[in-house]
């Protein structure tokens, strides 16, 4: 026995202090399984009516899905099969006689290709942004185009105007001819015809864009203040924009209180209207009845979850300096169009002065919902999302272009232009200093002055 128990004590001496030490007689046979998890929080099923919406997105944690598996299929990683599909095609379009006959120009149709071929790679290798609907994929193929578009103003950044208007003939032989210019200051008196006369389809277009801004910021008084921002910088420009020159009811009444009013009406109206609605995450398989499968089906195209901004303007000097930001690149993306237009020699109506419209609306949505995140939420939002970092440098890069092609093609501003603006920024600095610098100055002086109250006593 004395032997053993001195074996014993020799093995346990080799091992060191944190080695764990396990009794063969109390020793599991098998490895326990660890217990299988509750599903819910806290073992409490989660309901979407439990989830508090008037708390920001990124607070509803346990309410969130990362990805809406309703759809399982089109949830599934099918980035192989995408890359052979894509292959095939492209050798069948590359290689196949019938689609390119020998001697016909092929530079469009390879720049087509090629421009499909980055879409797919978007499609498949971009990060995901904050929108699921109606699937990610559409919202890397957006994040892709604004891309492409990055890239073709940093490439027209380099060339001077004579060039570029021959690239745009390029792409549209109706274009490269100089347009007369049009003034809307014509007639200014106050009278029915006149309003009646002054309704076109341009009326309609200014119910539409600003619908789709309040679908952006989400906000009356954010759409107010851009909308009387906009007719200023009208009022400021157009002795550079002939079609800026309006009459007084035409910027204020038409546009102010008609159109845009209508238009920002309607879109916050189908704000409320996602805010409250009550969301369903049942899949299709799960959905009994055709007419229940339809609503199912129609119902990916509607937003997953939505959430009402509050952007807190007056609240810290961060937000109100992100939001006098986000009003700045808003209008300059209002104004960059007229000025490409004018410089390219567009109509207002060219297909790709509309397709700019739009996909600006669609590069915006994702881009402001992740602009919100990463002002109210910084904890979680470590950095800029990559929707609104694009959209930001692509605003900027349309600035650059214009600045670059407008030497001595505009006149400088007017010395009143020039005041106004002046005591407009003046003002802005003044509203700043009361709201947030005295404050801070106040709150300085008192905690020196506790300081030395407490030192000498």
Request: glycine share 4%.
């Amino acid at each position: 026995m004395a032997i053993v128990a001195a074996l014993e004590d020799s093995e346990n001496s080799q091992l060191s202090p944190t080695s764990p030490v396990e009794d063969s007689d109390t020793a599991p046979l098998y490895p326990t399984s660890e217990p299988e998890p509750i599903p819910g929080l806290h073992g409490v099923p989660v309901r979407w009516y439990d989830a508090d919406r008037t708390e920001p997105y990124t607070k509803i944690v346990p309410f969130q899905e990362k990805h809406d598996t309703s759809v399982e299929f089109f949830y599934k990683p099918l980035t192989l099969s995408a890359l052979g599909v894509g292959l095939v095609a492209l050798a069948y379009v590359a290689t196949t006689q019938d689609v390119l006959q020998e001697g016909q120009d092929k530079r469009r149709v390879g720049a087509y290709a090629a421009i499909a071929s980055f879409l797919t790679f978007s499609m498949i290798q971009f990060r995901d942004g904050p929108f699921i609907r109606p699937h990610p994929a559409f919202w890397r193929i957006i994040l892709g185009i604004n891309l492409l578009y990055e890239l073709g103003l940093v490439f027209l950044l380099f060339q001077d105007l004579d060039s570029a208007r021959a690239m745009m003939k390029y792409l549209d032989p109706n274009l490269g001819v100089p347009l007369p210019e049009k003034s809307y200051a014509e007639d200014c008196e106050l009278t029915s015809q006149n309003l009646w006369n002054a309704f076109d389809i341009f009326c309609l277009a200014h119910a539409l864009g600003w619908f789709g801004k309040a679908m952006i910021l989400r906000d009356y008084w954010f759409c107010w203040i851009l909308s009387i921002a906009f007719e200023l910088a009208e009022y400021s420009l157009q002795h550079q924009l002939a079609n800026f020159a309006e009459c007084w009811w035409d910027h204020w009444i038409l546009d102010v209180l008609i159109c845009n009013w209508f238009g920002t009406y309607l879109g916050m109206k189908v704000c409320q209207y996602f805010e409250v609605k009550p969301y369903e995450w049942r899949g299709i398989r799960q959905t009994r009845g055709l007419r229940s499968k339809a609503k199912r089906v129609l119902s990916q195209f509607s937003p997953h979850d939505f959430t009402a901004f509050k952007w807190g303007t007056a609240t810290d000097f961060t937000h109100f300096f992100s939001v006098v930001l986000l009003l700045s690149v808003f209008l300059a993306a209002e104004l960059n169009p007229f000025y490409l237009k004018t410089l390219l020699w567009m109509e207002p109506d060219h297909p790709f002065v509309i397709a700019r419209l739009a996909f600006v609306f669609l590069w915006a949505l994702p881009a402001v919902r992740e602009l919100y995140q990463y002002i109210n939420d910084p904890r979680k939002a470590v950095r800029m999302g990559q929707h609104v970092w694009l959209l930001l440098a692509t605003i900027v890069t349309e600035l650059l272009v214009i600045k670059k092609w407008s030497k001595g093609m505009f006149e400088p501003f007017p010395k009143n232009v020039q005041r106004g603006w002046a005591i407009g920024v003046t003002l802005l600095v003044l509203y700043v200093v009361v709201q947030f610098g005295l404050p801070e100055a106040r709150k300085y002086v008192r905690k020196h002055q506790n300081r030395s109250k407490t030192k000498v006593s």
